[in-house]
C-alpha cells in the first residue's frame, strides 16, 4: 500500500502497544534505508577507486555481506504493520466482517508459527558463530578482510522477533474484530479498494490538500 497508513487507531491498550511497537519499527526502516545509501556510496567508492587510482574499496563484498541483512530484515514488520506485503487483496478484498477477520486470523497464525520457526533457526546459526573466547567473539569471518560475521546473521533473529511481536498484535487486533464484528478494528490493516488506494495516493501527492 501506498501514502497514508490504514491502521487505526483510539485509546485502548491494544492500540497503544501497536503504536509503541510501530515507533521501534519505524527506526528499523530509518537503519534498513540508511543500509541501502551506505551500499550505494560504497560502489562509488569502489567504482571510483578502481578508475580512478586503480584501487577499489578494500572487502567491497564483504561489505556487502554485513548490510544485506539491514537491508533484507529490518524494514519487514515496519510493512507487515500497514499491510504493504504481496498479498491475495483480489481474494481477501471479496470478504467481508467476521469472514474477513476469520482468514486474517487463519492467515497471521500460521505467518507467526513460520516466524517463530525462523527465530529459532536462525538464532542458533547465530550461535554458532558467536563466541566470547575468540578474537571479535566470532567463530567465523568473511573472507577479504576478516570481518566478524555474528552482527550480521544476529540481525535475522532480532528482526524477526519483532515482527513475531508485530504478528501477536495482529492477532490480538483480529481475535478482538471476530468476537465484536466489528467493521473497523484497531492495531491492523485494513483492505482497501483500488479507489481508495488512489485517493491516499493522490492525497499524499498534493500533501493532503483539497
Known sequence: MAGHSSVLADDSALSRIDRGLYGIERVMALLSGIAVFSLMVLAVVSVGGRNLFNAPLPGYVDWIQQLMPLIAFMGISFTQRDGGHIRMDILVGRLKGRALWSAELVTTFFMLVLMLLLIWGSW?????????????????????????????????????????????????????????GTTHPVAVPLVQSAAEQAAEEAEAVSGGKE
Open 124 to 180: 542458533a546459526h547465530f550461535e554458532r558463530s558467536f563466541d566470547f573466547a575468540r578474537p571479535l567473539w566470532s567463530r567465523d569471518s568473511s573472507i577479504d578482510i576478516a570481518l566478524p560475521l555474528w552482527p550480521a546473521k544476529l540481525l535475522a533473529p532480532v528482526a524477526f522477533s519483532v515482527l513475531a511481536l508485530r504478528l501477536l498484535l495482529q492477532l490480538w487486533g483480529y481475535t478482538r474484530a471476530l468476537a465484536t
